[in-house]
């Protein structure tokens, strides 16, 4: 069972929009949280992330906000680019289980922003 | 600096063979990760390492697969009778001390191809 859902696979947003990806969560336990960014043949980079005391976190362009008893989290970029575009993974982490440090991602959504 | 490199960037194996997949960490990171992704899916925990010792393997599919770390720095992952279902696109990440809020960082990739 998939514990960390990003339910649309792509997304089109026009330059200069707002772009929110979203991410869905099953386990209350994870208590940090990260989006990544990959652009073909690389591996995943890190852009943001919220630890679960808060509910945003702002890094230029980019926020993320965490809805915990939703177990939803989004990440917004305003305003979109072209080198935005990229395949965005949500991930996971912490808990008080012995694999507190491994990162469990989401299936990714492909971020495409026209020009 | 450098950041993680993985080599080969490529591997084409065929159905039963052995195969060895290197990565070269961030110098001074001791946390060393190996994941998984298939195509259309996120990464997928592998095993962990913290220094030379494997802390968590939970992710390994079977024990055709092993992982070493002996000094500390490079890991090699190793498949033996390699499956066509083996063929994915096998990430190393390291990050600086392991604790579950240190930032991971992804090398390039080796993509197997199992024929």
Redesign the interface.
């Known amino acids: 069972d998939q514990q960390v859902k990003q339910n649309s696979p792509s997304l089109s947003v026009q330059e200069g929009r707002i772009s929110i990806l979203n991410c869905d969560y099953t386990n209350s336990m994870f208590d940090y949280f990260l989006w990544y960014k990959k652009y073909p043949a690389e591996g995943p980079t890190f852009l943001i992330s919220i630890s679960s005391i808060k509910d945003k976190n702002e890094d230029g362009r980019f926020t993320v906000f965490l809805n915990k008893s939703a177990k939803h989290l989004s990440l917004h970029i305003v305003p979109s680019q072209p080198g935005d575009s990229a395949v965005y993974f949500c991930a996971t982490t912490g808990g008080s289980s012995g694999s507190a440090r491994q990162l469990t991602f989401g299936s990714g959504t492909q971020l495409t922003v026209l020009p | 600096g450098a950041g993680?490199s993985q080599t080969p960037s490529n591997k084409v194996t065929e159905k039963g063979k052995y195969v060895e997949l290197r990565c070269d960490p961030i110098s001074g990171h001791t946390?060393l990760?190996w994941?998984r992704q298939s195509l259309?899916?996120?990464?997928?925990?592998l095993i962990?390492f913290q220094g030379t010792g494997a802390?968590?393997d939970?992710?390994l599919p079977n024990d055709r697969f092993f992982a070493v770390r002996p000094e500390g720095s490079v890991s090699t992952l190793k498949i033996q009778r390699t499956e066509r279902g083996d063929s994915a696109v096998y990430?190393c990440?390291s990050s600086s001390s392991?604790?579950?809020?240190d930032?991971?960082?992804?090398?390039?990739?080796t993509r197997l191809t199992v024929l």
Request: net charge negative.
């Open positions: 993680v946390a990760y994941y259309g899916q996120g990464p997928e925990f962990y802390a968590d939970s992710g990430l990440a392991g604790t579950f809020t930032t991971q960082y992804f090398g390039p990739g």
